[in-house]
């Protein structure tokens, strides 16, 4: 019985471990958001006409007004720099298959940065830290080494099941506020949190008050899209379908509660629950019928 056990959990590493695309295309991803970040959400633009503020197109969404006391003096010293480092190691890593000096460098400018603008940190921005931090010790290129180590690879499994089940732990602990909550349970919580400015917007918001039906869907698809989020990432049936109804969810929270940085962060996860055959797929299907697709292909080679 043991023995079948083993190789039963043998299978699945072998099987668990085919993923250097999969995580190739979530450092891109990941790199083209960061350097988004840095120059839209953080506005360099905004810094060089300000002395200790931000100037940003989403500050209506966004509060990033900064006081010198929210800076750390050394953070504040080298702000200029902390941002170039950042956005060249970003820029740097979705040319060429990242290595550890280079995720370290990534992690650790941005939790300087992140550190700095607390004003803007939210669940999406907290699980960036943790994501970036177990993703250091992630050697796509070291999987085939990993394949015949069993060392490398079940420590691979555990590093990339961390971070998958950072993810699963938000949307259980989230279902399971909702469940608890009144407003969920009847059905009434979007219509309360449209009424909030800040997390409405008006060019869609009047359109969904005036149709309750939505409101209510959307409260109760929530919580049955949270509370069986773990279980559908086990079935390959259900996976697909999962995830893509998790990114029609939170392209909705990004562009109509306006929490754009928690949105976009929670679809780059969810390349973390991807195989390898999953990517190709993927990419089969949004290929591109210019010239310039030959070019663009290679990126996500490992």
Known sequence: ??????????????????RDKALRL??????????????????????LTSEYGFCSPYSGVYPLGLSPDLLSP???????????????????IIFRPSNMVARLVLWSSSVC???????????????????????IFCDAKGIEKSRSDP???????????SMQMQIVFVYIQASIS????????????????????????????????EHDWILVSVAYGTIFFQALFAFAMTSRILRPFWLAVGVCLHLAIAFTM????????MIIFYILFLSNRDVE??????????SMWPKLKPLIKV
């Open 74 to 92: 050394l953070i504040k010293k080298y702000f200029y720099p902390l941002i170039l480092v950042q956005v060249g190691i970003a820029a740097s």
């Open 258 to 265: 306006g929490l754009f940085t928690f949105g976009m962060l």
């Open 26 to 47: 979530f450092e891109i991803c990941l790199s083209v958001w960061v350097i988004f970040h840095a120059f839209k959400i953080y506005s360099i633009r905004g810094l």
């Open 178 to 209: 909702k469940i608890r909550a009144d407003a969920w349970v009847d059905g009434v919580a979007m219509y309360y949190i449209l009424q909030i400015p800040e997390y409405a917007n008006q060019a869609i918001t009047q359109y969904l008050l």
């Open 281 to 290: 797929k993927i990419v089969m299907f949004l290929k591109p019928k210019n």
């Open 151 to 161: 060392y490398q690879k079940w420590l691979f499994c555990l590093l990339v099941l």
């Open 113 to 135: 940065m992140l550190t700095a603008c607390d004003s803007i940190i939210d669940g999406g921005t907290i699980l960036l830290r943790i994501i970036l931090f177990l993703y």
């Open 1 to 18: 019985m043991f023995q079948h056990i083993k190789i039963s959990l043998n299978h699945w590493a072998d099987s668990f471990v085919k």
